[in-house]
């Protein structure tokens, strides 16, 4: 399984991103797949996770009513649309994907990762 994230860049404060994240690879079908974000000497932290079959989203209190986790199931696609960016928004985001259900999306727990796209809001 590959995750191959794309759609980072650098915004100005109030702007607009959208991530997304491709999957391939042989049978994947994942439980959750969700974005994470690391910034310079922080840990990885979860922005929004999505239960892959049934759509079912769950979003971080940091990021609720500005981001917003979707995907296009058929074309193993999952997208992150990031609205009103502010400066402690600047990290890299990654992609990551479970096999099996959890109740939480802990990065430990996660059990494919992509390459981190780098978001960079100035203010």
């Known amino acids: 399984v590959q995750l191959q994230a794309s759609g980072g860049g650098s915004v100005q404060s109030g702007g607009s991103l959208r991530l997304s994240c491709v999957a391939s690879?042989?049978?994947?079908?994942?439980?959750?797949m969700g974005w994470f974000r690391q910034s310079p000497g922080k840990e990885r932290e979860f922005v929004a996770g999505i239960r892959w079959m049934v759509g079912t989203t769950t979003t971080a209190d940091s990021v609720k009513g500005r981001f917003t986790i979707s995907r296009e199931y058929g074309k193993n696609v999952l997208y992150l649309q990031m609205n009103n960016l502010q400066p402690e928004d600047t990290a890299v985001y990654y992609c990551a994907a479970r096999i099996y259900y959890t109740a939480n999306y802990y990065p430990d727990e996660m059990d494919y990762w992509g390459r981190g796209t780098l978001v960079t809001v100035s203010s």
């Open positions: 690879g042989h049978d994947f079908h994942p439980n959750h």
